[in-house]
């Protein structure tokens, strides 16, 4: 069964950062591209990265170019978001989910499977 | 960046009536490997968005038959043929033929 865990949201002060961890489990995750999507409170849904399989490949959305980082390690099934200089409007539920890079199958696709999301709360 | 539209942003529907819901994209999601990268999904009140429709038209595994995609080019619709009470939630279409992006989400409730 796949599983997708999020950890290390909290309150944050403005200007501060925060690592945000999605541990994963049930899939073999090296062979996989991994998303961080985001909602705000009431919101609604907005892509934030992506990265590849092996890592090397990393992409953003234009919102958060420059503040964040993804990043993952495949030998312990991790993948990481790293923001920095945080802002009120970042202000949301950060939620990992399995990628593909590709087409899909009825049973492996895009955005396929997701975590339960990890508020941060930006804010002094 | 591609822009995604849906319309309507909320719909009250009887169970039992069908429901559609529309996406436009502010640039065809046709990609050079002949694939049209549009999705959908429903996220239900306090929980994790989940994989409806691929690939246009594609049902994702354990998706009901009584929803099914179509279109092409910049101009998709989701429909759902018969609503039930466990179909209330937030619709959304993603592009992925660029990255990723949503449309604003649709809300779909049972009157």
């Known amino acids: 069964e796949v599983q997708l865990l999020e950890s290390g949201g909290g309150l944050v002060q403005p200007g501060g950062s925060v690592r945000l961890s999605c541990a994963a489990s049930?899939?073999?995750?090296?062979?996989?591209?991994m998303s961080w999507v985001r909602q705000a409170p009431g919101k609604g849904l907005e892509w934030v990265s992506l990265?590849?399989?092996?890592?090397?490949?990393?992409s953003y959305a234009d919102s958060v170019k420059g503040r964040f980082t993804i990043s993952r390690d495949n030998s312990k099934n991790r993948l990481y978001l790293q923001i920095n200089s945080l802002r009120a409007e970042d202000t949301a539920v950060y939620y990992c989910?399995?990628?593909?890079?590709?087409?899909?199958?009825?049973?492996?696709?895009?955005?396929?499977?997701w975590g339960q999301g990890t508020l941060v709360t930006v804010s002094s | 960046d591609i822009v995604m539209t849906q319309a309507p942003l909320s719909l009250s529907v009887t169970p039992g009536q069908p429901a559609s819901i529309s996406c436009k994209s502010s640039?065809?999601?046709?990609?050079?490997?002949?694939?049209?990268?549009l999705y959908w999904f429903l996220q239900k009140p306090g929980q994790s968005p989940r994989l409806l429709i691929y690939?246009?038209?594609s049902r994702f595994s354990g998706v009901s038959d009584r929803f099914s995609g179509s279109g092409s080019g910049t101009d998709f619709t989701l429909k759902i043929s018969r609503v039930e009470a466990e179909d209330v939630g937030v619709y959304y279409c993603?592009?992925?033929?660029?990255?990723?992006?949503f449309g604003q989400g649709t809300k779909v409730e049972i009157k």
């Open positions: 640039r065809s999601l046709l990609h050079t490997d002949g694939k049209t990268y």
């Open positions: 049930g899939f073999t995750f090296s062979s996989y591209a």
């Open positions: 993603m592009q992925g033929v660029h990255l990723r992006t």
């Open positions: 690939e246009v038209s």
């Open positions: 990265i590849s399989g092996s890592g090397g490949d990393t």
């Open positions: 989910a399995k990628d593909i890079l590709g087409s899909c199958t009825s049973i492996t696709c895009r955005l396929d499977y």
